[in-house]
């Protein structure tokens, strides 16, 4: 294959990064094959809060996907879909908020910062250990969700969790384990190492990787607690795992992130947050308008757009192909509009050997939003 397009990655690597000075990165002129290796650094136990950054992104005990065959998430779109009325408008009001931010407004690939690493663990060798609020992170205490906090003392107990794990770098901190022994998942958010070893994070969410990966709407008490992420989603559910890539086919529905959230339709609305069931649990969406998007509403790249017209590289179009296939959810607010990949620590030039940064080339024009059946509001 050709050698990366530096010019796309560049544009790749400046979206990746949502504040609004974007750090820099080295690139490297490597050419890309889905067959390489590198062997894995050992795991460095974090005795501070600094924290290891490599993980060995060959091995993936996740064979088949995520979520059950019957899934949102790994179900087609299909023939003949629904789009809102007024999807163009939305889709033109991602690219002013984009451009308004400072970016050029293209797809944007998080895959370095921003996204999550996912860790494999096993339950039956790894330590138990109870995960607690961070108090200093935020500024006061909080239980977690009811799910896993029922009595809300901000206490998640007998958490397998080896102590060579680590979060993605950046203020959200997300961090996902599955557990090779129960298939169970393990979601954090900004989730660090104290400096005697406790571990901290503000959410935290276990579910069962067979589950179908939907929600219940402003579920619970604290219902506002509910998983990792602004919409409630699950993360490791639109991850692009870099295995699958690999593969050369994405089988299941991608995650999203864009500067128009919806907060509500209307400002005259009596209810002050809307949602579209039963991808999205809750949502921190801050904008009012018919032209913003419901976390939660899934996204198509137009399946009838020729993705040779673009001159697409070949690993671009494994992307995009999903894109067109199953789509996004719009899971959670950003500066651009985005979708996610495994963060691989150390072994992120991985993905900068990929020549991704093509996906770039499609007009955001070419993005659709479906029609949200169940808008729910509290």
Not at 6 to 19: D, E, G, N, R, Y
Not at 89 to 104: I, P
Not at 202 to 227: C, H, L, Y
Request: glycine fraction near 6%; include cysteine; charged fraction near 20%.
């Amino acid at each position: 294959m050709k050698k990366t397009k530096l010019s796309h990655l560049a544009v790749l690597l400046t979206l990746s990064c949502f504040s609004l000075s974007a750090e820099a990165f080295s690139l490297k002129k490597t050419t890309f094959s889905r067959v390489q290796t590198k062997p894995a650094p050992k795991p460095v136990a974090p005795t501070t809060t600094t924290t290891t950054t490599t993980t060995t992104p060959t091995v993936d005990p996740l064979l088949t996907r995520v979520f059950s065959a019957t899934s949102p998430w790994n179900t087609p779109i299909g023939a003949n879909p629904v789009y809102e009325p007024n999807s163009a408008a939305m889709m033109e009001l991602v690219k002013l908020y984009v451009q308004q931010s400072g970016y050029s407004p293209v797809l944007g690939l998080n895959y370095k910062q921003w996204t999550s690493p996912l860790h494999f663990i096993d339950s039956t060798t790894a330590p138990k250990r109870t995960v607690y609020f961070d108090t200093a992170k935020v500024g006061y205490h909080e239980g977690f969700h009811n799910s896993v906090d029922p009595l809300g003392i901000g206490e998640v107990p007998n958490v397998p969790m080896p102590t060579w794990v680590w979060p993605d770098p950046k203020t959200d901190g997300h961090m996902i384990m599955y557990d090779t022994a129960t298939g169970l998942i393990y979601e954090f958010s900004r989730f660090r190492w104290d400096s005697t070893g406790k571990a901290l994070a503000t959410r935290v969410a276990i579910f069962e990787s067979t589950s179908e990966g939907t929600q219940v709407p402003f579920d619970g008490s604290r219902w506002w607690m509910k998983n990792v992420r602004g919409s409630g989603m699950p993360f490791i559910g639109g991850l692009v795992r870099y295995t699958e890539f690999q593969s050369g086919e994405i089988k299941h529905a991608l995650s999203m992130a864009g500067p128009t959230n919806r907060l509500k339709k209307l400002a005259s609305n009596t209810w002050t947050k809307e949602l579209c069931a039963p991808m999205a649990a809750r949502t921190d969406g801050w904008e009012i308008g018919d032209n913003t998007i419901l976390e939660g509403a899934r996204i198509q790249l137009n399946p009838n757009l020729d993705l040779d017209s673009l001159n697409l590289s070949a690993d671009a179009k494994v992307v995009a192909k999903a894109l067109q296939k199953y789509g996004a959810f719009m899971a959670d607010n950003g500066m651009t509009f985005s979708i996610y990949f495994q963060n691989l620590g150390s072994n992120s030039y991985l993905w900068e050997q990929t020549q991704l940064g093509d996906l770039t080339k499609i007009p955001l024009s070419e993005f659709k939003v479906l029609q949200c059946n169940d808008i729910r509001t509290r």
